[in-house]
């Protein structure tokens, strides 16, 4: 079972490396990942839901 | 090319941000040091963030306002469905047991966070991705 879970992380992390290699090649209308989270923060909300995300990242990662 | 000699505060800003990563570093989680060293680095970036946003707000009132940015619905889309799979997988793994067959994202990244040079670098792009969320969108 540990390796079916790992094998689909892995196919996730594949999957986001390829939308950022496409992203940057500008096929079609895929952006790369900096440009996605750009419009995300042009709005308060969606910079705030950013902000928290980061501070549970952080906290989670390196304090609890 | 020329060459911009960064400020005294930006030049501040970042030797305490590489402190804190290194302070941190040689902590272990639960701990009191690591409560303080993670929540210093929290405060400092959003206080330095929110600095950088005002002045950027007193800077767009003084010029006109720029366009919007437009962004290509399917590449919102595209990104917005990777993240929500990456959110239902880990949700899905973090509510399965036994951890060690189903680990989620922070048991991966333990082995990175468990060694103390790799722990000062996640913890400083960890400080850098937060300060990157205040720039100007």
New interface residues.
């Given amino acids: ?2 390796a079916v ?2 094998l ?2 892995a196919i ?1 992390l594949v ?2 490396v390829a ?1 950022e290699i496409l ?1 940057r090649r500008r096929l ?4 790369p ?1 900096d ?2 989270l ?2 995300l ?2 709005v308060a909300i969606g ?1 705030a839901a ?2 928290l995300a ?2 549970w ?8 | 090319m020329s060459l911009r000699i960064p400020s005294w505060p930006a030049v501040a800003v970042i030797g305490a941000a590489a402190a804190d990563s290194v302070v ?1 570093a040689t902590g272990q ?2 701990t009191w040091r ?2 303080i ?3 210093l ?2 405060v400092g970036t ?1 206080a330095c ?1 929110l600095v950088v946003l005002l002045r950027q707000r007193r800077r767009a009132a003084e010029s006109p306002p720029a366009g ?2 437009a ?6 889309a ?2 917005a469905a ?1 993240a929500a ?2 959110v239902a ?1 880990e949700l899905l ?1 973090f509510y399965t047991a036994p951890r ?4 989620t ?2 048991s ?2 333990s082995i990175l ?1 468990g060694h103390e040079v790799l ?1 000062a670098v ?2 400083a792009a ?1 400080l850098g ?2 300060y990157w ?3 100007s ?1």
């Fill in positions: 079972m540990r879970t790992l689909l992380w996730l999957a986001g939308l992203g079609g209308e895929l952006v990942l440009r996605a750009q419009r923060r042009s910079r950013l902000v980061w501070m990242l952080g906290w989670h990662l390196f304090a609890r | 941190a989680p639960f690591a409560d060293t993670t929540a680095g929290l959003i963030g919007a940015i962004l290509p619905t399917a590449g919102g595209a990104w990777w799979a990456i997988f793994n060690s067959r189903h680990p994202i922070s991966l990244l966070t722990r996640l913890f960890w991705a937060g969320l205040w720039g969108a």
